[in-house]
């Protein structure tokens, strides 16, 4: 069974600066897909980035990106220029061939004025 | 933009008592799921529910729950004698053949 592992319950960081959460995950499968979603206090999961398995190009979106790294399965996730409203939490996914999400247990960001 | 909506936002029930969560997902995906977090700890895989039925369900979902699309626009979650240990965030979530799912801002449901 696939798991999703995410080893640092809470990271800060100071705002403008730049942060990177980890991630792995275990699988046999060679085809995935992998997400990180954030929940800020009001609870709502918001999807932030999602990475093929088959591309080797990093995904970007906008101050966030992955360092995805199949052979050693790691999906990091870079935040740049940190703001207020990026703390949240933040949750790791891997989508598996039944089309369900394997979560990890979560990063609780902490941006400092 | 079009989202997943649920209702009601937070629901308080007494243990034994049925509930239903309900959810629209968004028009044109195809596959639902209903996942909970337990407060405090990592969201779990209820249930996904693709052409009409139940896709795959996890060993949470026991007897004691069901789901149904009864009209083709809402999606529902029934509870129907809830427990102390129920209490948590329901979460909706809808994905068309992208395979990114969209989540619902969840209804956080009490049991006392």
Redesign the interface.
């Known amino acids: 069974a696939q798991t999703v592992t995410q080893s640092q319950p809470e990271m800060s960081v100071q705002e403008a600066e730049t942060v990177t959460l980890s991630c792995t995950y275990d699988t046999s499968e060679s085809d995935y897909?992998l997400?990180w979603?954030k929940q800020p206090p009001?609870?709502?999961?918001?999807?932030v980035i999602?990475q093929e398995a088959y591309k080797q190009q990093n995904a970007t979106e906008n101050r966030f990106s992955v360092n995805f790294q199949k052979a050693a399965k790691s999906f990091s996730l870079k935040i740049s220029d940190s703001q207020l409203g990026d703390a949240a939490m933040y949750?790791c996914?891997y989508?598996d061939s039944?089309?369900?999400?394997?979560?990890?247990?979560?990063t609780k960001l902490i941006i400092k004025p | 933009e079009p989202e997943v909506t649920q209702t009601p936002s937070h629901q308080v029930t007494q243990m034994g008592q049925e509930v239903i969560l309900r959810c629209v997902p968004i028009s044109n995906h195809l596959?639902f799921?209903w996942?909970r977090?337990i407060l405090g700890?990592?969201?779990?895989?209820l249930v996904?529910f693709y052409n009409n039925e139940i896709?795959?369900k996890?060993e949470i979902f026991d007897d004691q729950f069901s789901v149904e699309r009864p009209d083709g626009s809402n999606f529902t979650l029934k509870i129907r004698s809830t427990k102390l240990e129920d209490s948590a965030?329901y979460?909706c979530?809808s994905?068309p053949r992208t395979?990114?799912?969209?989540?619902g801002?969840?209804t956080?449901l009490t049991v006392t």
């Open positions: 897909y997400f979603y009001s609870r709502q999961m918001i999807l999602r949750f996914a989508l039944n089309y369900q999400l394997i979560w990890g247990a979560g | 596959y799921y996942y977090q700890q990592k969201v779990e895989f996904s896709s795959e996890s965030m979460f979530a994905m395979y990114e799912q969209y989540f801002p969840g956080r």
